[in-house]
């Protein structure tokens, strides 16, 4: 298969960790990234690989992957955090998937 | 610093070609480790990879728009630039280009994702 599933809305009260999934059989060949947006805004890289982030990232954002899973960790998620947050990945011809996106919201 | 910028017709009738350009500032188009892409989302709905060229000028494509995609190159501009045939209004989304970037280990390219992305541009297929 070359989807990558993701649960559509995530909630987190404020300070708590929450833990975004993402699962797809492209996962055990190619590891995801992870991806912020928010309202009227391009998407912005915060995780990629094995747990990288971007300079000027947070380090509340965390991923690990395991098997056909990826997660996003936020750990002590602000308000600022809410937003839609989308996996990506490739497929066996290295094209790009992205999942279908996780809305958070930070309660 | 690089950036990337989308500009085009923001109006594309049914059944013809859309058509978009992306700017690349700040850095040269054809440095190695990286390559270029469109990726879109219609209103309300998740990303979608649409295509990319490399800086050699060869391109890989979604196999669900294959048909009806050019993405090319042209690095005297350092532009990329994307066609889209037989539009219908499925193909109303913000176009957004982006840059890839290959992230590497000890033992080679490890990993690619999109570092940098335009504002996007609103697309609208209609007559």
């Known amino acids: 298969s070359s989807e990558l599933t993701q649960d559509p809305a995530v909630s987190v009260a404020l300070g708590q960790t929450v833990t975004i999934t993402c699962q797809g059989d492209?996962?055990?060949?190619?590891?995801a990234a992870w991806y912020q947006q928010k309202p009227g805004q391009a998407p912005v890289l915060v995780n990629y690989g094995k747990n990288n982030r971007p300079s000027g990232i947070p380090d509340r954002f965390s991923g690990s992957n395991s098997g056909n899973t990826a997660s996003l960790t936020i750990t002590g998620a602000q308000a600022e955090d809410e937003a839609d947050y989308y996996c990506e990945s490739r497929d066996t011809s290295a094209n790009h998937l992205f999942g279908g996106g996780t809305k958070l919201t930070v309660l | 610093q690089v950036q990337v910028k989308e500009s085009g017709p923001g109006l594309a009738e049914p059944s013809q070609t859309l058509s978009l350009t992306c700017t690349v500032s700040g850095g040269s188009i054809s440095t190695a480790g990286y390559y270029w892409s469109w990726i879109r989302q219609p209103a309300g709905k998740g990303l979608e990879w649409i295509g990319r060229v490399y800086t050699s000028g060869s391109t890989n494509y979604n196999p669900s728009l294959r048909s009806r995609v050019t993405v090319s190159l042209d690095t005297s501009r350092n532009q990329f630039s994307l066609k889209l045939n037989s539009v219908t209004a499925t193909d109303t989304a913000v176009y957004y280009c982006?840059?890839?970037?290959?992230?590497?280990?000890?033992?080679?390219?490890?990993?690619?994702?999109?570092?940098?992305w335009g504002l996007g541009t609103m697309v609208t297929v209609s007559s």
């Open positions: 492209s996962l055990r060949h190619f590891s």
């Open positions: 982006a840059r890839a970037r290959y992230y590497y280990d000890s033992t080679g390219p490890a990993d690619v994702a999109f570092d940098i």
